[in-house]
């Protein structure tokens, strides 16, 4: 059963930059689209950004221009590049392979969800 574990968060200023990965352990990491999600403090979890294994991406429009997907293949990693950080984007971060991935935004994920990783910004 593919695992997948978070790693990155923190506690960081408006403006601030993070960078999130994702191992995914078993299973083939490198067919798969793989995407990051967010749930902020009482709301349902979303997908924001995603890679497909073909290499394009797309972005929720609350995150296009600051956030960057990529991953390496080589090393099942997935990550995000996280610039110019808002309050509005404090939140568990998750990652999963999306079940739809357009239009984005839909919280399901093929995969058992891992332990996640909080981002806080806030000054």
């Known amino acids: 059963q593919v695992q997948l574990v978070e790693s990155g968060g923190g506690l960081v200023q408006p403006g601030g930059s993070l960078r999130l990965s994702c191992v995914v352990s078993?299973?083939?990491?490198?067919?798969?689209?793989m995407g990051w999600y967010r749930q902020a403090p009482g709301k349902q979890r979303e997908l924001v950004a995603y890679?497909?294994?073909?290499?394009?991406?797309n972005y929720a429009d609350s995150v296009k221009g600051r956030f960057t997907v990529s991953r390496d293949n080589a090393k099942g990693t997935v990550y995000l590049q996280m610039n110019s950080l808002k309050p509005e984007d404090t939140g568990g971060y998750y990652c999963?392979?999306?079940?739809?991935?357009?239009?984005?935004?839909?919280?399901?994920?093929?995969?058992?969800w891992g332990q996640g990783t909080q981002v806080t910004v806030s000054s």
């Open positions: 890679m497909a294994n073909t290499g394009s991406t």
């Open positions: 078993r299973g083939s990491f490198s067919s798969y689209t």
């Open positions: 999963n392979s999306p079940v739809i991935r357009d239009p984005i935004g839909d919280e399901r994920g093929k995969f058992p």
